[in-house]
């Protein structure tokens, strides 16, 4: 059985010592669920929350902590971070709103620490944001995914990720979530469609096109991509080519 290594003999609390270690790639996954009120959670989906735009405000949020996790959490080591991203999936059944942190650098210690630190912060910043409409939104499941690098190798969560980011349904001709997203914009031009009055036509939130295309979500949510296709009387897949 492992021994917690931030204690000494004396079973006081000291910072590791690392300098012994090799550098090596690290990289490490963290998710977060927000659950919401349904009028919390529509306001916050369709970019009508009180303080503005939720997603880009707990993006920053996110990637802000990440890089200020040695000053919050005073064992850890501070590690040049050489990525951070912070992506969301809406959850329209669930009422809820997935957060997923992938941190890396490469070091002598893991980014466990700040992928767990960026979607946390980012969970809390959601529901400061949404806070004014109803405080009575939770933050559930924050959980280390998956981790990469160094002595213990590579560590994956039980059942890991809970939640998986789902793409539009029958868009398999692009598979690449940026060349989706290219082809989609191609795809209104040519078609002259505006956002507003085509989520209109189909009865969604314009939001949902909105954050695509401003890679603040990595797809649409359970049936807009058909209802998108239906009110531009085209196929689901024609959208994406």
Request: proline share 4%; glycine share 8%.
């Amino acid at each position: 059985m492992s021994r917690l290594t931030h204690l000494d003999e004396s079973g006081a609390a000291h910072m590791v010592d690392v300098s012994a270690k090799a550098v090596t790639a690290r990289e490490a996954e963290a998710e977060a669920l927000v659950v919401m009120p349904k009028d919390a959670y529509a306001a916050a989906k369709e970019g009508n929350a009180p303080k503005g735009d939720v997603l880009g405000v707990a993006r920053i949020a996110g990637i802000m902590a990440a890089k200020k996790t040695a000053e919050l959490i005073p064992l850890c080591h501070p590690l040049a971070l050489t990525r951070i991203d912070i992506a969301f999936e809406w959850r329209d059944t669930e009422s809820a709103l997935r957060i997923a942190a992938t941190a890396a650098t490469a070091a002598q210690t893991g980014v466990e620490m700040e992928a767990l630190t960026a979607v946390t912060v980012a969970a809390l910043t959601v529901y400061d944001m949404v806070k004014g409409i109803d405080k009575g939104s939770r933050i559930e499941g924050v959980r280390l995914v998956s981790k990469s690098g160094g002595k213990s190798g590579r560590y994956k969560a039980a059942g890991a990720p809970r939640v998986r980011p789902r793409a539009a349904p029958d868009a398999a001709p692009v598979q690449d979530r940026g060349a989706k997203r290219e082809a989609f914009r191609a795809f209104m031009t040519s078609r002259r469609l505006r956002a507003t009055e085509w989520a209109k036509r189909a009865g969604i939130p314009s939001g949902e096109i909105y954050a695509f295309l401003t890679a603040r979500s990595p797809g649409f949510s359970d049936g807009v991509a058909e209802r998108l296709a239906q009110a531009a009387h085209v196929r689901v897949e024609d959208m994406f080519r």
